[in-house]
């Protein structure tokens, strides 16, 4: 991981840096020029002092008494609002993005995004997990404000976006992978895949029932997406939720990218052999695996033909322990790191192949807009529900703190106000996407969402006081995966980790450390900064008024198991996955 001068600023200042919105007001008071001197000392002792309540104040938390939501509307909108399109797919890593620096792969029309707008290079995910992440996106709040911290149904009624911009005169639609098990609100039309949906031949649900169409799910739900902006009324401005499936487990490609990649070997990750050695338990305890968790569905591998039914079921999900392949014409039986080596190709490039199809179809859909003469007043996004493991650690999936998982892609083109081929190094979080469309679309804020608009970052502007710090909360434990829950503070320069369920500390300096080898954690030269980042947890999960109240007990799944689906209508009978 590259230092930069944000990450000297964070190390002075490691403990008082707050979310807050007393030193927004601060930044923008101090013309946010983060390279003044003068000025960034002023900011800061103002900071200091406001800080931690106005925090507070600002999220409304810190008690139980519940804080009136300001109206969504609480000024006149710009004559001009722009429309925006929000692409988000499920587990797309950024170190598979080349505008991100990807070794494994080229994405140009994603790039093309990035060149022509901004990247952020920080953006991170306050829970790495498929439907917590997404209905923190929605409501702009932490798992436990929002209701949803595991693969529970979300409550479609509270307010959140779609909600507030549809109120405040926004066409407003979603396509694609929803996942939130309750029916989409705040949508004034919704094509969405039940459950995790399927690659090929998909189901879909909207206001009419269920139906499937032919076809791979990337291009349906691109083409789902084209007619939702042609059939749009004129009159007002849109936002469109474009999410993709892809490049989720089970990774399977469409017949166009099949054989990408057959030719090659994909270079592996520094650290596909992690031996875990410095760290508590719960690394040594995932089953996430390269080596011993995918299975032969995972790998691609074909059933014997005369397996059938829950016998070829059972085989599919069986773990090979060893392979015969055949190469040049003689077989040859894999072990061991031979059989680590082809596990990893096989994994990265089906991956790669569900990826470069949903990079196409970015490009077919920025063309259409392009050709529909809708570019330059529309905002695209581009971003993923998380980040992913790529063999980093040996593993695939994510949930985890470590910085592959909870890194997300954020790109976002803006012509007129984003400067293009800008780079941000700020933090972001997916509970400030709410509150930036809010003001993109000219309206107000609530006041109990957490998270904060981008808008000032957007512009270009680099303030001061800008959070560089934040809470992170995984609960999915017991679980998939076998992921421990935990939670925890990043810091610019550091990491703390809190396994509760075990009592286990970990932490990492990521500025000498940036691949989270060496967990520093119980080492007596290190307690200063290990005592300083626990007051910053503490403080900031104070600030966010997390009261442990999912810690210990979750709320049932319900978004893998029965779909929302109309009165009367049967379950469907394929399942998913
Ligand atoms: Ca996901």
């Not at 609480?74 to 170190?95: G, K, L, Q």
């Not at 404000?145 to 009624?157: E, I, M, Y």
């Not at 649900?205 to 076809?215: E, I, P, Y």
Request: with cysteine.
């Amino acid at each position: 991981m590259k230092r930069d001068k944000s990450d000297t600023v964070q190390r002075w200042s490691t403990g008082v840096l707050a979310r807050s919105n007393c030193r927004r007001r601060a930044s923008i008071a101090a013309g946010e020029d983060a390279r003044a001197p003068m000025w960034r000392l002023f900011v800061v002792v103002i900071a200091m002092v406001c800080g931690a309540t106005s925090a507070m104040a600002q999220r409304g938390t810190a008690t139980n008494t519940p804080t009136p939501t300001k109206p969504a509307v609480s000024r006149p909108p710009p004559p001009s609002r722009p429309n925006i399109v929000f692409i988000m797919t499920d587990d797309h890593a950024s170190h598979a993005i080349s505008a991100y620096g990807s070794k494994i792969n080229v994405t140009p029309n994603i790039d093309r995004l990035a060149r022509e707008g901004m990247r952020f290079d920080r953006c991170f995910v306050e829970n790495s997990i498929c439907t917590p992440s997404r209905a923190a996106i929605l409501t702009g709040k932490y798992s436990h404000k929002n209701g949803t911290p595991v693969f529970n149904t979300f409550d479609g009624s509270q307010p959140h976006v779609a909600k507030y911009l549809q109120q405040g005169g926004y066409y407003t639609g979603v396509v694609g992978k929803w996942h939130l098990g309750s029916e989409p609100t705040g949508f004034d039309a919704y094509t969405v895949l039940p459950g995790q949906g399927l690659y090929h031949n998909p189901f879909f649900l909207d206001r009419n029932g269920r139906w499937r169409t032919n076809g791979y799910a990337t291009d349906v739900i691109t083409d789902l997406a084209i007619d939702f902006v042609k059939n749009r009324p004129t009159d007002k401005p849109f936002f469109l939720c474009l999410h993709h499936k892809a490049p989720h487990r089970a990774w399977e490609s469409d017949e166009k990218h099949a054989n990408m990649f057959e030719d090659v070997d994909i270079p592996e990750p520094p650290t596909l052999r992690d031996d875990y050695r410095t760290r508590t338990d719960a690394a040594r305890e995932a089953t996430m695996t390269i080596a011993r968790h995918l299975n032969n569905g995972d790998l691609k591998l074909k059933p014997p033909p005369e397996l059938t039914g829950t016998n070829r079921q059972q085989w599919l999900t069986n773990v090979p322990m060893e392979v015969t392949i055949e190469v040049k014409g003689e077989t040859k039986t894999l072990t061991g790191d031979e059989l680590l080596r082809w596990k990893y190709q096989r994994y990265i490039k089906n991956y790669l192949r569900c990826v470069a199809s949903v990079d196409d179809n970015v490009g077919r859909f920025l063309q259409f807009l392009d050709a529909s003469g809708l570019s330059t007043n529309t905002v695209v996004i581009y971003t993923s529900d998380q980040g992913f493991f790529l063999g980093d650690h040996g593993w695939y999936d994510k949930r985890f703190m470590y910085e592959e998982s909870l890194k997300m892609p954020f790109i976002i083109r803006w012509p007129g106000v984003i400067k293009p081929g800008s780079v941000q190094d700020l933090m972001a979080l997916n509970i400030d996407f709410a509150p930036t469309f809010l003001e993109m679309a000219g309206l107000g804020i609530p006041r109990d969402m957490q998270g904060r608009s981008l808008m000032p970052l957007l512009r270009g502007r680099k303030p001061f006081t800008w959070p560089r710090s934040f809470y992170y909360r995984y609960y999915h434990d017991p679980g998939h995966h076998n992921t421990r829950a935990h939670y925890g503070v990043r810091t610019e320069t550091h990491k703390l980790i809190y396994f509760w369920k075990k009592n286990q500390w970990e932490c990492y300096d990521l500025a000498h450390d940036p691949f989270e080898l060496n967990n520093i954690y119980g080492n007596p030269a290190n307690s200063r900064i290990v005592d300083s980042l626990k007051r910053e947890l503490f403080r900031q999960k104070k600030a966010v008024d997390d009261d442990d109240r999912f810690a210990l007990e979750q709320p049932p799944s319900g978004v893998d198991g029965p779909r929302f689906k109309k009165p009367g209508e049967p379950e469907p009978k394929e399942e998913p996955e």
